[in-house]
């Protein structure tokens, strides 16, 4: 038997940290993570899957509705906020932390809600050029010397 627990941060898109962190396997419990701590709420967040081309179909987070995660994920993706997510593998007997499974990077693209539930739409980290996620571009101070041709060789 495994368990899974999964922690999301929530930053601005220029990368400032938001108060809007949450983990989903210690209810009604705040949970320390990298430093930070991290509230209850239930959700679930379904990963990124990929075709066979490497293309991103889907990735989303499902919260019950209320007026408080309605108004933080409007402004979320009104404004491209990015949600740093990493799942982690727990005891199945005490839900303690043994290792971490994946840390992901997904910038909010948008939401949909009904009456229970709201969907938020994570963009792929594989397509962050076309979500302009990161704003960073390649420089030579970034990495170093910058190939002046398309040729490449290896010795």
């Not at 709420?41 to 408080?68: H, R, Y």
């Not at 704003?135 to 010795?155: D, F, H, K, Y």
């Amino acid at each position: 038997m495994i368990a899974i627990g999964t922690y999301v941060l929530l930053k601005q898109a220029d990368g400032i940290i938001t108060p809007y962190r949450f983990q989903n396997f210690h209810a009604g419990e705040s949970r320390t993570f990298q430093g930070l701590p991290y509230l209850f709420a239930g959700f679930g967040f379904s990963g990124g899957t990929l075709d066979l081309q490497g293309a991103n179909i889907s990735a989303s987070m499902v919260f019950a509705v209320n007026e408080l995660d309605l108004n933080v994920f409007k402004q979320a993706a009104d404004e491209r906020w990015i949600a740093q997510i990493n799942t982690v593998w727990l005891d199945p007997e005490t839900l303690q932390e043994t290792d971490n499974y994946s840390s992901e990077v997904y910038q909010i693209t948008g939401f949909e809600h009904d009456s229970s539930r709201l969907q938020i739409r994570l963009s792929s980290p594989l397509d962050a050029v076309a979500a302009d996620t990161p704003r960073r571009t390649l420089t030579q101070s970034l990495v170093g010397a910058l190939p002046s041709t398309g040729n490449i060789s290896l010795n």
